[in-house]
């Protein structure tokens, strides 16, 4: 069997075609080793521009530049064999044009050999989407909360939380399927809206902080893993893994300081005293 075929990735039409169907398990992942666990399990791995946060400790992800994501990007796709990848385009690599997106773009996928790209906003980057999808980039769309505009939102806010303020979210999420994107993020919006969203469009929805109600989940690997210092409210812990760690390199420090290190011997089994 060849290699190709002993390893195949799941596509993008692969979760374009799970709508309505058996919930898309996606996680974000920025290095080969949490990419090898992440693959077990997930159908797609996000590649997030949250790296910024979480690998960086920037405040916001407006810092993080192209060069970051496809190194990031390169990791994942070594250590994954089976899960979608789909690497985030970052602030300012695609707002400009939808040629700037496509060089963008393209830059990504063939540095990397991903699978697909996920760019933020809406009915204002429709016609990017369309320009990507018509010319062999599969595209995720990211709306509700999108966090590279926190400095005309101001702050990272729940979106669609009365009903009056809903429609030009369900209007972005229509222009974005209507493009042709292959999937959509729906971040920090209210359960009745993303539920009605994913009714009425052909994408399938994939939720951080919108529900139950969506085709699908993701959610920032670290957070998930109690290891982010400021966790969003909607995140579920399934694991508190700081404390953990935190105890491990404790124990290292305290063993160097006091000598109590392993020396070669019980490393190899060699015999360096009689
Ligand atoms: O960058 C990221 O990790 C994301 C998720 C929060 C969806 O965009």
Redesign the pocket.
């Known amino acids: 069997m060849s290699v190709q075929a002993a390893i195949r990735r799941k596509t993008a039409p692969d979760i374009f075609a799970r709508k309505g169907g058996e919930p898309i398990v996606m996680l974000?992942s920025y290095h080969a080793h949490t990419a090898a666990l992440v693959d077990r399990y997930c159908d797609a791995i996000?590649v997030?521009?949250?790296?910024g946060n979480v690998m960086h400790g920037y405040e916001t992800?407006v810092p993080v530049t192209l060069e970051m994501m496809i190194l990031q990007g390169r990791a994942v796709m070594r250590g994954s064999q089976h899960a979608l990848v789909v690497v985030?385009m970052p602030f300012g690599s695609y707002e400009a044009s939808k040629e700037q997106a496509f060089h963008s773009a393209v830059r990504i996928l063939k540095e990397t050999q991903c699978g697909a790209v996920?760019l933020e906003g809406g009915e204002r980057m429709a016609e990017t989407v369309a320009f990507l999808s018509e010319r062999g980039i599969p595209v995720m769309g990211?709306i509700g909360l999108t966090?590279q505009s926190i400095n005309t939102l101001g702050s990272f806010r729940a979106q669609g939380r009365e009903e009056g303020s809903w429609e030009p979210i369900e209007n972005d999420a229509r222009a974005i399927s209507d493009a042709g994107a292959f999937s959509i993020?729906i971040?920090a919006v209210a359960e009745p809206l993303a539920r009605k969203i994913t009714g009425k469009i052909a994408a399938p929805t994939i939720g951080?902080g919108a529900s139950a109600a969506c085709d699908g989940q993701?959610l920032?690997l670290e957070d998930m893993l109690g290891l982010s210092p400021r966790t969003p409210k909607f995140v579920r812990r399934y694991g508190d893994l700081g404390p953990a760690i935190e105890a491990a390199i404790k124990g290292y420090a305290a063993d160097v300081r006091s000598r109590n290190f392993p020396g070669p011997e019980h490393v190899y089994g060699m015999k360096t005293r009689n």
Do not use: A, C
């Open positions: 974000t996000l997030g521009d949250s790296l992800t985030d996920k990211h966090p993020v971040e951080i993701v920032v």
